[in-house]
Every structure is written in C-alpha cells, then in structure tokens.
C-alpha cells in the first residue's frame, strides 16, 4: 500500500530524473506541433472561435498533452491525430463553403434577440443566455437601457453585435442598471411611461395593475430615456 505524501513518488513516480529531460524534448516538439495545427487551421482558428472550432482546440490539446509527459505514449500516434483533426477540420471548412445547410448544422446562426428596443422573445428562449448574462453583455458596451438599442444580434461565436439609435431616435427603454431594474412593480402608483421587465416592451400607464401586450406578463419597471455616452 502506498503512503500518502511520498515526495518521491510524488516528483518522479519510480521513473529515472534524467526523464525531465525527455519530458522538455517531448514538450518542445508538441509546442510546434500545435503552432503549426493552429496555423493550418487558419487566423480565424485562434481569434473567435465558433462551437466547432472550439471542439477542434480541445481535441488538439488533448492530443498533445498526454505525449508531452506519459513515458507510455510515443510521438507518432499524436503526430496521426494532430493530422487527423487538421484533414477533418479542413474538410468541414470546405463543406460550410459549399452548404448553407451544413453551415448552419455546424456553426450555427446570427440570433436577433433585440428588435427595436425590445427582447424577441421566441428567438431569446431558443438560446441558453440567460436574461442577467445578456444584460451584462449589454452592460459592457456601456448601454444604459433599451431604448438606445435598434437591434442586437447574436452571433454564431458567441459575440453580441450591437446596433444604435441615433441620439434623436432614442425612446424610453427598460433599464439595465442592477438598482433600477430591481425596482419591479405589479401595481402602477403614478402615471409613467412603464418597460416590461421581462421583454422591454414600453408602454403609457395609468395607476393600477396592467398586462404586457406582447409578453403578457404584470411586472413593469419605470423606463429612462438617457443618450448613451460613447
């Protein structure tokens, strides 16, 4: 039974020190191998990186990692899989090129989540972004609410595309600061111009309680009509 803590077994595992040497070797000829995958793969490969993408770099770093250290796996197979994966990878690139369909299947497609200053609710739901990620997306790109918005767009690597009304153009929107948005009410006390909270929609509202029109939901948050600062 092996004892816990043994500094030996724990540095070196029962293999010769001169080992570490092998290892810089094996490490040094796996850094190459995955510069060179990566720069097969194309500039795109190591900027923003699609669902598939992304599936190419793991199964790249997999395959170079267990060479790099395990005594027990030999170069030649990785050098296969490194080849493999670079085959397959231009293979499918050249399919998306040729198929809208396959395209599609793969990478996915540009989501239009924001239309006009309000969330598309059919399309958001299909997504797995949750409502407090995107708004902190939103967020970053210094957007104060949604009446500043015209549309974003999701797209296929992940990134949100932003487009803006002009200063002149923009209207009331749902806020998306944390301390105003949690300002949720059921029951309207003094006429406004009113966002739902769930889907941003605006509306004129006298007191009392009302009905989104769009989403059918009872929440509102009181809308703010400030010009984005860029």
Request: net charge neutral; glycine share 6%; proline share 4%.
């Amino acid at each position: 039974m092996k004892e816990i803590f043994e500094w030996e077994r724990m540095m070196l595992n029962e293999l010769p020190l001169n080992f570490a040497f092998e290892v810089m070797f094996r490490s040094t000829i796996m850094f190459v191998v995955v510069l060179v995958a990566l720069r097969a793969t194309g500039k795109r490969g190591v900027k923003q990186l699609s669902i598939f993408e992304t599936v190419i770099i793991i199964a790249l770093g997999s395959a170079a990692g267990d060479p790099m250290f395990y005594e027990d796996v030999g170069l030649l197979p990785a050098f296969v899989v490194f080849t493999t994966v670079i085959f397959l990878y231009r293979g499918v690139t050249w399919l998306t090129g040729k198929s809208k369909w396959f395209e599609k299947l793969v990478e996915g497609e540009t989501v239009c989540l924001i239309k006009e200053g309000r969330f598309s609710i059919t399309e958001f739901k299909k997504e797995s972004l949750a409502q407090d990620e995107f708004f902190s997306e939103l967020r970053l790109k210094s957007i104060e609410h949604l009446g500043q918005v015209k549309n974003a767009y999701l797209e296929p690597s992940g990134e949100v595309s932003v487009f803006f009304y002009d200063d002149h153009e923009v209207r009331p929107g749902l806020p998306l600061l944390p301390d105003l948005y949690k300002i949720k009410k059921k029951e309207i006390k003094r006429k406004g111009n009113y966002a739902c909270s769930f889907c941003g929609n605006t509306e004129n509202l006298e007191p009392g309680t009302a009905i989104c029109p769009n989403c059918k939901r009872d929440e509102w948050v009181f809308s703010i009509k400030t010009l984005r600062i860029s």
